[in-house]
Protein backbone atom coordinates (compact mmCIF):
# COMPACT_ATOMS: atom_id res chain seq x y z
CA UNK A 1 0.00 0.00 0.00
CA UNK A 2 1.56 3.50 -0.65
CA UNK A 3 0.00 4.97 2.36
CA UNK A 4 -1.57 8.57 2.47
CA UNK A 5 -0.94 10.47 -0.33
CA UNK A 6 -0.43 14.20 -0.29
CA UNK A 7 0.31 16.81 -3.04
CA UNK A 8 1.44 18.95 -3.37
CA UNK A 9 4.73 18.30 -0.96
CA UNK A 10 5.25 22.52 -1.10
CA UNK A 11 3.44 25.35 -1.96
CA UNK A 12 4.42 28.62 -2.12
CA UNK A 13 1.84 31.52 -3.03
CA UNK A 14 1.06 35.09 -2.83
CA UNK A 15 -1.55 36.29 -0.53
CA UNK A 16 -5.25 36.45 -1.72
CA UNK A 17 -4.71 34.02 -4.20
CA UNK A 18 -6.84 30.60 -3.84
CA UNK A 19 -4.67 27.53 -2.88
CA UNK A 20 -5.93 23.46 -3.05
CA UNK A 21 -4.31 20.64 -1.05
CA UNK A 22 -4.79 17.37 -2.40
CA UNK A 23 -5.29 14.06 -0.52
CA UNK A 24 -6.00 9.80 -1.11
CA UNK A 25 -6.24 8.05 1.78
CA UNK A 26 -5.65 4.54 1.92
CA UNK A 27 -7.98 2.13 0.28
CA UNK A 28 -10.39 1.19 2.32
CA UNK A 29 -9.92 3.40 5.29
CA UNK A 30 -13.66 4.85 5.94
CA UNK A 31 -12.19 8.34 7.95
CA UNK A 32 -10.50 10.71 6.71
CA UNK A 33 -8.32 13.75 8.72
CA UNK A 34 -7.04 17.04 7.95
CA UNK A 35 -4.62 18.63 10.79
CA UNK A 36 -2.54 21.72 10.44
CA UNK A 37 1.01 21.81 12.30
CA UNK A 38 2.80 25.14 13.03
CA UNK A 39 5.33 25.72 16.09
CA UNK A 40 2.93 28.00 18.50
CA UNK A 41 -0.78 25.54 18.03
CA UNK A 42 1.00 22.14 17.26
CA UNK A 43 -1.51 19.52 15.61
CA UNK A 44 -4.58 20.83 15.26
CA UNK A 45 -7.75 19.24 13.51
CA UNK A 46 -9.62 21.28 11.04
CA UNK A 47 -12.27 18.89 9.52
CA UNK A 48 -12.88 15.40 9.32
CA UNK A 49 -14.89 12.40 6.90
CA UNK A 50 -16.64 9.71 7.80
CA UNK A 51 -17.48 7.66 4.72
CA UNK A 52 -17.29 10.73 2.58
CA UNK A 53 -19.24 13.03 4.66
CA UNK A 54 -18.24 15.66 7.01
CA UNK A 55 -18.71 14.98 10.52
CA UNK A 56 -17.40 17.66 12.27
CA UNK A 57 -15.81 21.07 10.81
CA UNK A 58 -15.45 23.09 13.70
CA UNK A 59 -11.70 23.70 13.40
CA UNK A 60 -12.09 25.06 10.30
CA UNK A 61 -10.47 28.60 10.81
CA UNK A 62 -12.68 30.28 9.00
CA UNK A 63 -14.93 31.21 5.85
CA UNK A 64 -12.01 30.99 3.91
CA UNK A 65 -11.33 27.43 4.24
CA UNK A 66 -13.44 24.93 2.60
CA UNK A 67 -13.09 20.90 2.58
CA UNK A 68 -14.51 18.26 0.39
CA UNK A 69 -14.41 14.37 -0.36
CA UNK A 70 -16.38 13.73 -3.38
CA UNK A 71 -15.34 9.91 -3.35
CA UNK A 72 -13.73 7.61 -1.35
CA UNK A 73 -10.35 7.96 -2.88
CA UNK A 74 -10.47 11.77 -2.55
CA UNK A 75 -9.99 14.90 -0.72
CA UNK A 76 -9.66 18.46 -1.44
CA UNK A 77 -8.58 21.58 1.50
CA UNK A 78 -9.56 24.64 -0.16
CA UNK A 79 -8.27 27.91 1.30
CA UNK A 80 -9.66 30.84 -0.73
CA UNK A 81 -8.12 33.60 -0.33
CA UNK A 82 -4.79 32.96 1.09
CA UNK A 83 -3.04 34.84 3.89
CA UNK A 84 0.35 34.65 5.45
CA UNK A 85 -1.57 33.14 8.88
CA UNK A 86 -2.35 30.07 6.60
CA UNK A 87 1.42 29.48 6.54
CA UNK A 88 1.83 25.94 8.16
CA UNK A 89 2.31 22.16 7.42
CA UNK A 90 -1.20 20.84 6.58
CA UNK A 91 -1.54 16.61 7.02
CA UNK A 92 -4.03 14.31 6.26
CA UNK A 93 -4.28 11.30 7.96
CA UNK A 94 -6.74 8.21 7.24
CA UNK A 95 -7.91 5.38 9.85
CA UNK A 96 -10.07 2.26 9.71
CA UNK A 97 -13.00 1.48 11.61
CA UNK A 98 -13.22 4.73 14.20
CA UNK A 99 -12.04 7.57 15.52
CA UNK A 100 -10.27 5.66 18.25
CA UNK A 101 -7.48 3.87 16.03
CA UNK A 102 -4.21 4.97 14.90
CA UNK A 103 -4.18 7.19 12.18
CA UNK A 104 -1.89 7.23 8.94
CA UNK A 105 -0.66 10.22 8.38
CA UNK A 106 0.43 11.63 4.91
CA UNK A 107 3.99 13.46 4.23
CA UNK A 108 2.11 16.83 4.52
CA UNK A 109 2.02 19.91 2.26
CA UNK A 110 4.07 22.79 3.48
CA UNK A 111 2.35 26.05 2.60
CA UNK A 112 4.13 29.14 2.94
CA UNK A 113 1.85 31.91 1.77
CA UNK A 114 3.85 35.51 0.98
CA UNK B 1 -13.37 19.23 24.71
CA UNK B 2 -10.37 16.86 25.38
CA UNK B 3 -7.66 18.70 26.46
CA UNK B 4 -4.28 17.02 26.22
CA UNK B 5 -1.01 18.45 27.77
CA UNK B 6 2.48 17.27 27.45
CA UNK B 7 5.89 17.68 29.18
CA UNK B 8 8.56 18.28 28.91
CA UNK B 9 8.62 20.39 25.41
CA UNK B 10 12.12 19.37 24.78
CA UNK B 11 14.46 16.50 26.39
CA UNK B 12 17.94 15.68 26.23
CA UNK B 13 19.52 12.54 27.54
CA UNK B 14 22.93 10.85 26.92
CA UNK B 15 22.83 7.76 24.90
CA UNK B 16 21.70 4.76 26.41
CA UNK B 17 20.02 6.63 29.04
CA UNK B 18 15.81 6.03 29.74
CA UNK B 19 13.54 8.93 28.56
CA UNK B 20 9.99 9.77 29.66
CA UNK B 21 7.33 11.86 28.51
CA UNK B 22 4.38 12.43 30.16
CA UNK B 23 0.62 13.76 28.94
CA UNK B 24 -2.39 14.51 31.29
CA UNK B 25 -5.92 14.74 29.62
CA UNK B 26 -9.02 16.46 30.54
CA UNK B 27 -11.90 13.87 29.65
CA UNK B 28 -12.19 11.15 31.62
CA UNK B 29 -14.43 9.39 29.20
CA UNK B 30 -10.92 9.02 26.98
CA UNK B 31 -10.02 5.42 26.25
CA UNK B 32 -7.44 5.25 23.83
CA UNK B 33 -4.15 6.92 24.09
CA UNK B 34 -1.72 6.76 21.26
CA UNK B 35 2.09 8.04 20.93
CA UNK B 36 3.59 9.21 17.47
CA UNK B 37 7.21 10.23 16.64
CA UNK B 38 7.82 12.77 14.03
CA UNK B 39 11.52 13.00 12.73
CA UNK B 40 12.25 16.22 11.05
CA UNK B 41 10.53 17.67 7.73
CA UNK B 42 8.77 13.81 8.15
CA UNK B 43 5.09 12.67 8.74
CA UNK B 44 3.87 11.81 12.28
CA UNK B 45 4.33 7.73 12.76
CA UNK B 46 2.27 5.59 15.52
CA UNK B 47 4.83 4.02 17.65
CA UNK B 48 2.92 2.33 20.22
CA UNK B 49 -1.00 2.89 21.54
CA UNK B 50 -2.82 1.89 24.87
CA UNK B 51 -6.43 1.51 26.03
CA UNK B 52 -8.03 2.07 28.88
CA UNK B 53 -8.40 -1.24 30.28
CA UNK B 54 -4.82 -2.01 30.18
CA UNK B 55 -2.60 -0.54 32.43
CA UNK B 56 0.92 -0.95 30.80
CA UNK B 57 2.02 -1.83 27.41
CA UNK B 58 5.84 -2.63 26.21
CA UNK B 59 7.24 -3.04 22.76
CA UNK B 60 11.24 -3.30 22.71
CA UNK B 61 12.46 -0.35 24.06
CA UNK B 62 9.51 1.58 24.43
CA UNK B 63 6.76 1.11 27.14
CA UNK B 64 3.58 3.38 27.91
CA UNK B 65 1.66 3.34 30.88
CA UNK B 66 -1.76 4.60 31.75
CA UNK B 67 -2.92 5.81 35.22
CA UNK B 68 -6.94 6.24 34.49
CA UNK B 69 -7.24 7.67 37.89
CA UNK B 70 -4.98 10.22 37.67
CA UNK B 71 -5.66 11.09 33.50
CA UNK B 72 -2.37 10.78 32.79
CA UNK B 73 -0.17 8.51 30.96
CA UNK B 74 3.48 8.28 30.04
CA UNK B 75 6.08 7.09 27.20
CA UNK B 76 9.05 5.86 28.63
CA UNK B 77 12.63 4.98 25.82
CA UNK B 78 14.57 2.75 27.29
CA UNK B 79 18.58 2.18 26.30
CA UNK B 80 18.13 5.46 23.71
CA UNK B 81 19.80 5.76 20.71
CA UNK B 82 20.48 8.58 18.45
CA UNK B 83 18.13 7.55 16.16
CA UNK B 84 15.36 7.87 18.74
CA UNK B 85 15.92 11.90 18.59
CA UNK B 86 12.48 13.64 17.26
CA UNK B 87 9.57 15.18 18.13
CA UNK B 88 7.35 12.71 20.04
CA UNK B 89 3.63 13.20 20.07
CA UNK B 90 0.83 11.87 22.73
CA UNK B 91 -2.92 11.91 22.21
CA UNK B 92 -6.10 11.00 23.39
CA UNK B 93 -9.71 9.54 22.50
CA UNK B 94 -12.93 8.97 23.63
CA UNK B 95 -14.10 6.78 20.86
CA UNK B 96 -17.02 9.27 19.80
CA UNK B 97 -14.43 12.02 18.89
CA UNK B 98 -11.04 12.38 17.05
CA UNK B 99 -7.58 12.29 18.75
CA UNK B 100 -6.66 15.35 20.42
CA UNK B 101 -2.96 16.00 20.03
CA UNK B 102 -0.29 17.33 23.01
CA UNK B 103 1.78 19.60 21.90
CA UNK B 104 4.76 17.61 21.48
CA UNK B 105 8.09 17.11 23.38
CA UNK B 106 11.64 17.31 21.42
CA UNK B 107 14.01 14.32 22.42
CA UNK B 108 17.23 15.11 21.70
CA UNK B 109 19.96 11.84 22.25
CA UNK B 110 23.28 12.76 22.61
CA UNK B 111 25.75 10.65 21.99
Known amino acids: DAGVIQSPRHEVTEMGQEVTLRCKPI?????LFWYRQTMMRGLELLIY????????DSGMPEDRFSAKMPNASFSTLKIQPSEPRDSAVYFC????????????FGSGTRLTVV | GENVEQHPSTLSVQEGDSAVIKCTYS??????FPWYKQELGKRPQLIID?????GEKKDQRIAVTLNKTAKHFSLHITETQPEDSAVYFC??????????FGKGTRLSVIA
Open chain 2, 27 to 32: DSASNY
Open chain 1, 49 to 56: FNNNVPID
Open chain 2, 50 to 54: IRSNV
Open chain 1, 93 to 104: ASSLGGLAYGYT
Open chain 1, 27 to 31: SGHDY
Open chain 2, 91 to 100: AASAGNTPLV
